[in-house]
């Protein structure tokens, strides 16, 4: 698929998806604490988001109709989001926060990888080089050395790395034509319908006890809801795997924003990999503008 936006606009806006699901994990965190369910938090903000876009569909009189295959693909994409979902935090739940995200932001090799396998040809020589030394950023970035390591929650959170990249992969492949507003509401419905029913027959929905568990239930809705539908329109159109790297840059931004808004310490070693990822993502923006 050739580019239709600009490689320095692309990269420039991924960075904002990048801090906005940041910033969605920094109000989900203040959810969680104050007695949200991961399964509540998950299931309310695919709804809220799907059922936004309907309404912004309704008004732009974008036409629902599409035909079944289509729709039929729609649906195995929303499966993947809702697996993705369900990995990562079952990840978490075994093994420190880091390592999780460590071993999930191995997506966008994976996405290069099955990008090629499937016909795109090799990554560009800068993915060669710019993906591996985001990894080290990251392992730098969010001190995992020392950290206990599960193996099932090595394999939990490589299972949503695998799941993240072949949606981003299926959505470039399957729905390039659909309109992104449309294409986003028929994932995050059904990843909403799936977890409403997963959580239904577990008895695992709880929501907040506390006012300030239902601002962040709120915000953790609107920032997800932005930062994925921006993410499904933005990348297809940048016309590479090789760009996915930029969304690395989310656990830097919760590392700046812990330190701004919780109060967090940054150690240098930490500094110098949140510089080491920025510097990968720079590499990538500058060889993909020439």
């Excluded at 910033?23 to 991961?38: L, Q």
């Excluded at 936004?52 to 195995?76: C, K």
């Excluded at 950290?147 to 790395?161: N, Q, T």
């Excluded at 659909?178 to 029913?197: P, Q």
Aim: charged fraction near 5%.
């Amino acid at each position: 698929m050739n580019a239709i936006l600009s490689p320095r606009i692309g990269v420039l806006a991924l960075l904002a998806i990048a801090t906005t699901f940041g910033s969605n994990h920094i109000a989900a965190r203040v959810a969680f604490d104050h007695g949200t369910s991961v399964t509540a938090a998950v299931a309310i903000r695919s709804g809220f988001t799907a059922l936004f876009l309907l309404v912004l569909l309704r008004i732009a009189r974008v036409p629902l109709g599409l035909p079944r295959a289509t729709l039929t693909r729609a649906f195995a994409i929303g499966l993947l989001v809702a697996l993705q979902s369900f990995c990562l935090y079952s990840a978490v739940a075994l093994m420190p926060v880091a390592l999780a995200l460590l071993a999930f932001n191995t997506f966008p090799i994976l996405l290069a990888l099955l990008s090629w396998a499937t016909g795109a040809g090799p990554p560009r020589g800068v993915a060669v080089i710019a993906m591996p030394l985001a990894l080290i950023g990251l392992a730098l970035a969010l001190d995992v050395f020392g950290k206990p390591v599960s193996p099932p929650g090595i394999a939990w959170a490589f299972g949503a790395a695998v799941s993240f990249a072949l949606t981003l992969l299926l959505i470039a492949r399957w729905l390039n034509n659909v309109d992104g507003r449309l294409r986003t509401f028929l994932t995050m419905s059904v990843t909403a319908t799936v977890v409403f029913a997963a959580g239904f027959v577990a008895d695992a929905f709880a929501l907040p006890r506390a006012p300030a568990g239902w601002l962040g239930l709120a915000l953790l809705t609107i920032f997800y809801g932005a930062a994925i539908t921006s993410l499904f329109i933005v990348l297809p159109l940048l016309g590479s795997a090789t760009y996915a790297v930029v969304l690395n840059f989310e656990p830097i931004a919760v590392l700046f924003l812990a330190w701004m808004i919780l109060g967090q310490s940054i150690s240098p070693l930490q500094m110098a990999g949140a510089f080491l990822v920025i510097g990968a993502i720079t590499l990538t923006a500058i060889r993909g503008a020439r």
